[in-house]
């Protein structure tokens, strides 16, 4: 973990309110996919988590759907303002388990940390299939920058209007390898069910701190209590207990 | 002795800035970050006889210039306490820590303290008879003279070191149970844990925290946090430790001006988890603004 004062290059509006910033600064904790940062927004007393998306060198790529009056805040921000980050914070996904053909499933704000987890995958010289899941064709967001990744994709929403109607669990290829979803607790109910590979899947919870300090985050499992923030976000499958 | 040295319940700090109880955990995520040496001490996460999971989740919510939380004492129980934090951070902190204890009822008080008593690490016993989010014990036994007197009274039988009473500001007169720990044989008393209170998530129309309420914290309960101090000062002999909202030296300062030997920090600890470090470095800057040559020429310890 490490607390950086971050310059914004980029924040601009990318999907019905869905909105993404690149930022500038030391993103050298950042060393997994899948992990996150927390954001401090002036005039707010609790600091806003958010999964990064991609980080190159000192660029951080966030994107983040318009929840609230923090996210609200952030999607006012202007290039050239300061964010105050601690970054690096989680402990990402694991890609030395998912064999040579993994399968990514993002439901809504839960596509963007897939995509360092997708060029990550594809670096290790793995072919890499993407599911992306949205409730209509508005809200559609990278599904070309996928594609650009080198990646097999498929896009499902709700209504139909665009791709597959239906949700990512309808739209499941023959074969693949491991899995690895992040997405609305529902859609990762649904996930878990319907994939019988080892998977990873991660979680999102009403944090405190982010950092592993307040055990305001925490969850049951297998292997005992863990914190959403320092212990996960991301679990593997074969230690998730599902209580709500 | 350093100009911002203090001492509590005779034990020498190197300056008077904790973080709180619940903040902190058993240290070592702060470790991981910087040298926690820095510290006057810290109070580590509430422990129990048993492991607690605590409360369901949300147990976090926001509110202007502070947060709540239901975390409801979550801790992994004394056993792994002493078989396993302790020898942690024995590794990364060389000064004696503030063990706080909590219980659903007064032999599991007992029980606790008894145990951490003879860890050579721990200086003091805080004993949280203050939390508003268990259903058993915690804030009952601080809302009455009687049953704050009784717990005091009970862990003191039983152990060496200094117990210092955390009372909770969710009653009438914080001061006469101050006056009924003290006379039960406290020897020091920390105010305040947090303000009970609860948020309302408007796209559901119902609390945000599972629990329903939560204790309030953060800068804006500052302002009680103070006012507590300064009436349990008047009320007591024994050494009071301010705790509430502080997040500043400035405001280390105040409680120490309201009569606090020492100073707790805890929700800055949350949203920076550099605030007492910073703190701490500010402290001799903010002392010379007011013209304070050393620290324990205002604080209140008797």
Known sequence: ?244 | MGKMSVSLCGIGLDNPVIPASGTFGYGLEFAEIYDINVLGTFSFKGTTKEPRFGNPTPRIAECASGMLNAVGLQNPGVHHVIERELPALKKVFHKKVMANVSGSCIEDYVYVSELLDREDQVGWLEINISCPNVKAGGMGFGTSCESAAAVTKAVKAAVKKPVIMKLSPNVTDIAAIAKACEDAGADGICVINTLLGMRIDLRTGRPVIANVTGGVSGPCVFPVALRAVYQVRAAVKIPVVGCGGVSSAADVLEMMYAGASAVEVGAANLTDPYACKKIIEDLPGVMYKYGIKNLSDINGSK
């Open chain 1, 1 to 244: 973990m490490k607390n950086v004062i971050f310059e914004i290059k980029e924040n601009f509006k990318l999907a019905n309110g869905v909105y993404k910033m690149l930022l500038s600064g030391d993103a050298s904790d950042i060393t997994a996919p899948g992990q996150f940062v927390n954001v401090r927004i002036d005039g707010l007393y609790l600091r806003r988590p958010v999964s990064v998306c991609d980080r190159d060198g000192d660029l951080l790529t966030l994107i983040y759907k318009v929840v609230g009056s923090g996210t609200e805040a952030m999607s006012k921000m202007k290039k050239g303002e300061k964010l105050d980050l601690l970054t690096g914070l989680g402990n990402g996904y694991g890609t030395g388990v998912s064999g040579d053909a993994p399968l990514l499933l993002g439901g809504g704000v839960g596509v963007p940390p897939l995509y360092l987890l997708a060029k990550t995958l594809i670096e290790e010289g793995k072919k890499v299939s993407v599911i992306l899941g949205f409730n209509k064709k508005d809200e559609i967001f990278y599904e070309n920058e996928f594609k650009d990744l080198g990646c097999f994709v498929t896009v499902t929403t709700v209504d139909g209007s665009y791709g597959r109607k239906g949700f990512v669990t309808d739209a499941l290829p023959d074969n693949y390898s491991y899995y690895y979803a992040c997405g609305p607790l529902p859609m990762l109910k649904a996930v878990y069910k319907a994939c019988k590979t080892g998977g990873q899947l991660s979680f999102e919870e009403r944090m405190g701190c982010g950092f592993g300090a307040c055990m305001g985050c925490s969850c049951k499992t297998v292997t005992g209590y863990k914190r959403i923030c320092k212990d996960g976000p991301v679990l593997y499958k074969e230690e998730i207990l599902w209580e709500k």
